[in-house]
């Protein structure tokens, strides 16, 4: 059996939210990483404080990537409401080998609020680069 | 003096863009493809075809990776009229050894269309694991 390669849960530290008034001094990506830290997260996956996942107008924001997985970015997180749909998808994407949480077990705010996915180092391209480029249709 | 880890210049060939009526069969993120192939990169530079970047409310999308450095993601390509802006980008990003292209070098484009960026594989945490989490000062 080969081991599961480890995940990492990136948390953005500066994300402002969608709040005027945070709670407290932190900043709420701060606060998330601060609330995942002291919840605890599933075995194997590792909490990462980011400084800047640069997806500020929709944050909190966070990524779920490890081993030859897609890495999913996420935003739109509340730091107080989504703590258990956040440990939820870590644990069903750690138990992914590609990172592609099955659609019908993806927690409703994943499916919703992906702001972006990147393919794993090791990846198939999606054109075989041997093809010549796809004549464009209106010039033949 | 150390060889510079390659790039990859990944682009999204599901991205139907922003146009109503693509100018043939090919969405817009497969012309953008096709268009980079034609043109030719960098040296040091790979086009590589991603069947979706999953950022498609904003699309075209590329992204920029590679070596030890930060991976960025942008939006809102126009896979006409930025292809120069793209290789030059692609070009500055792979000089540098992180993947933060200086801001006043960064075309405009890149600046105000970023949708994510995440950390290489090797970064600092940024907030220190040792350091136990920062109380809640509403609750000290």
Redesign the interface.
């Known amino acids: 059996m080969t081991a599961t390669p480890p995940t990492e849960l ?1 948390v953005c ?1 500066k994300c402002r939210g969608q709040v005027e008034t945070p ?4 900043r709420p990506g ?2 998330l ?2 609330a995942l ?2 919840r605890g997260l599933p075995q194997g996956v590792t909490l ?8 500020c107008d929709h944050g909190c ?1 966070v ?1 779920l ?1 490890g081993g030859n997985r897609w ?3 996420y935003g739109n997180v509340d730091e107080a409401s989504h703590l258990d749909m956040l440990v939820d998808g870590a644990a069903l994407y750690h138990a992914t080998d590609d990172g592609l949480i099955p659609w019908r077990q993806r927690p409703e705010h994943l499916k919703r609020n ?6 794993p180092l090791d ?1 198939a ?3 075989d680069p041997a093809t010549p ?2 004549p ?3 010039e033949i």
């Not at 709670?23 to 932190?26: C, I, K, S």
């Not at 990462?48 to 997806?55: E, G, I, K, T, Y």
């Not at 992906?114 to 393919?119: I, K, M, N, Q, T």
């Open positions: 990136l530290i709670a407290d001094d932190r701060h606060a990483h601060d830290a002291a990462r404080a980011v400084d800047c996942l640069q997806n924001t990524a990537r890495t999913y970015v992906c702001v972006a996915r990147v393919p990846f391209d999606a054109i480029p796809m464009n249709l209106t």
